[in-house]
């Protein structure tokens, strides 16, 4: 059974920085691009980031690009978000997902971490 | 970035209905397109991936259709489970990004 356990969530004042994680087990880790995806209080889904099987290919949205690094440890089963000079709008719950193969569609998730950026 | 508009944003539907959801990207993006059910506090759960492809485990009832730049997601009979909001996913070009989500309540 495919599990992600995202981690590393709190209250943060603006400015501030946090580092997420996201530990996988059930699959093979290192097989498979991996993003991060974001939801604020009550709004939609907002995808944050991802990163390739070997970490050649990040791409971010542009709010967070120069703030936050996406990174992985496949010898850890572990995908990482740093997240840098954060801002109220950065606020979220936080979910860490694996992509389908071929896609980037999203096929598994975690339960998410919530992140609130507030003074 | 390529921009998803759902219609309706929200909806009642009664259980036995049939119900379409419509995804409208921006510009064209061939069948690169997933379908997300999302029940609250839950994280999304996928549905339907290059446009038409049923994720394992999901029920047949609902399905997918299109290709360029109009989508559509239908559920068959409404189950009382299926009462959530659900999401269209562009996967063609980054900035991945998501329509804005359409609610769907019970009538």
């Known amino acids: 059974e495919v599990q992600l356990v995202e981690s590393g969530g709190g209250l943060v004042q603006p400015g501030g920085s946090l580092r997420l994680s996201c530990a996988a087990s059930g699959f093979t880790f290192s097989r498979y691009w991996m993003s991060w995806v974001r939801q604020a209080p009550g709004k939609g889904l907002e995808w944050v980031a991802n990163?390739?099987?070997?970490?050649?290919?990040?791409y971010y949205v542009d709010s967070v690009k120069g703030r936050f690094t996406i990174s992985r440890d496949n010898a850890k089963n572990s995908l990482y978000l740093q997240m840098n000079s954060l801002r109220a709008e950065d606020t979220a719950v936080y979910y860490c997902?694996?992509?389908?193969?071929?896609?980037?569609?999203?096929?598994?998730w975690g339960k998410g971490t919530t992140v609130t950026v507030s003074s | 970035a390529i921009q998803l508009t759902q219609s309706p944003s929200s909806l009642s539907a009664s259980i036995g209905d049939r119900v379409t959801i419509t995804c409208r990207a921006s510009?064209?993006?061939?069948?690169?397109l997933a379908w997300y059910q999302q029940k609250p506090g839950k994280a999304p759960k996928l549905l339907i991936y290059d446009a038409s492809s049923l994720e394992s485990g999901v029920p047949s009832r609902f399905s997918g259709s299109g290709s360029g730049t109009d989508f559509t997601l239908t559920i068959s009979s409404l189950q009382p489970e299926d009462f959530a909001t659900y999401y269209c996913?562009?996967?063609?070009?980054?900035?991945?990004?998501f329509g804005q989500g359409t609610r769907l309540e019970i009538k």
């Open positions: 997902a694996r992509e389908v193969s071929e896609s980037t569609a999203l096929a598994d």
């Open positions: 996913q562009q996967c063609n070009s980054y900035p991945i990004t």
């Open positions: 990163m390739k099987q070997d970490g050649s290919e990040k």
């Open positions: 510009q064209g993006i061939s069948s690169a």
